[in-house]
């Protein structure tokens, strides 16, 4: 059976097509950024626009590469929330309007759901339960994975998201947006240890996160310390700082919820600082640590598709009704 996965809740226009549970026949993501980098962030009126004028293009590829015809699409899912409302709209209807015209069902997929299952599509080996630390640009949630589709929501951030964090102070470090990977490269050159970063809310006692006294904190070392060449300096402490907490809240997690077995999915689960760390953490305490290959952390429609494919082998069928849900959350 052939599933077509949509995905346009944000920057990236993508479309997969997936065999069965696991199988990925095709995997096109066409990402926006050039267009958004002159403002540092994603306008979200361009976005709209553009991924109104790519999916079909997108789409197009995806099928041409998996070698699969229209015809043969069984399933569409499609990423209905959380995300940009103009964008979700466009993929959200135009799935609905395939779902229509080749009468064929049509799943809305939780986003958030979605990053879970590019897990899924790679590590067969390792089932839930886990914790699964979800750090992208939108987010940096904590959560308990008992099986697929009953989720315990432990906590998550208060302000910036991880990926947001390092996004921002990127553009302080006059790095071009995204940073993430620009922040995760020149971090290689510094020392971690140079600049003593807060490591917001580590003590709380609970699972919630705050990002955004870090880059504060940055801001002001940077005007106190304008200096281009310690650059590299201020990006290792400053990645260092944000991953330790995450490190020690998500292995907090897992033994008090006593799993053995964390997954870390999203944009900022590519990042190499962070993979170290966990998997040298996890390994102490007898904790396995996975991650998705780093060309599925990002968002993508394969997710999506394996996302929906899990659903309707549940019994799940979203209505023609169904209408985007912008702060959509993961629910239990
Ligand atoms: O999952 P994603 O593609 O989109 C959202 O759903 O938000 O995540 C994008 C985020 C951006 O903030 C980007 O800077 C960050 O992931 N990112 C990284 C790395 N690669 C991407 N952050 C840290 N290290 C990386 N290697
Ligand atoms: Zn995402």
């Known amino acids: 059976m052939y599933t077509l996965g949509i995905e346009s809740s944000c920057d990236e226009t993508a479309a997969a097509v997936l065999r069965g549970e696991r199988e990925l026949l095709s995997n096109v993501v066409y990402s926006q950024i050039k267009l958004h980098r002159p403002y540092g962030g994603v306008v979200p009126e361009v976005a709209s626009r553009d991924h109104l004028q790519k999916l079909p293009g997108v789409i197009e590829q995806s099928l041409q590469q998996a070698q699969v015809s229209l015809r043969q699409i069984e399933l569409i899912g499609v990423t209905y929330g959380p995300g940009l409302m103009g964008c979700l709209l466009v993929g959200l209807s135009y ?123 940055l801001a002001l070392y940077l005007r106190a310390h304008p200096k281009q060449e310690l650059r590299a300096d201020v990006a290792a402490s400053f990645q260092e700082a944000l991953i330790d907490v995450l490190v020690k809240k998500t292995l907090r997690a897992a033994q008090d919820k006593g799993v053995r077995q964390v997954v870390v999915v999203g944009g900022v689960a590519a990042n190499s600082r962070l993979r170290r760390r966990l998997l040298q953490a996890g390994q102490q305490l007898e904790v396995a640590v996975s991650f998705p290959s780093p060309a599925l952390c990002g968002d993508n429609a394969a997710m999506i598709a394996a996302a929906a494919y899990f659903n309707y082998r549940q019994g799940r069928r979203s209505e023609l009704s169904q209408t985007p849900e912008p702060a959509l959350e993961l629910a239990g």
């Open 95 to 217: 799935a609905k309007a395939l779902a229509y015209g080749l009468k064929k069902p049509f799943i809305g997929v939780n986003h958030l759901e979605g990053h879970l299952f590019a897990h899924y599509l790679e590590h067969p080996e390792a089932p839930p339960p886990f914790i699964a630390l979800l750090v992208s640009g939108g987010h940096t949630a904590l959560i308990y994975v008992k099986t697929y589709g009953d989720y315990e929501l432990l906590g998550q951030t208060r302000d910036d998201a991880a990926g947001e964090a390092f996004d921002k102070v990127g553009k302080l470090l006059g790095l071009p947006y995204p940073a993430g990977a620009e922040i995760d490269k020149l971090a290689r050159e510094g020392n971690a240890q140079a600049v003593a970063f807060p490591r917001p809310m580590l003590a709380s006692g609970n699972y919630q996160f705050s990002f955004s006294g870090l880059k504060t904190a």
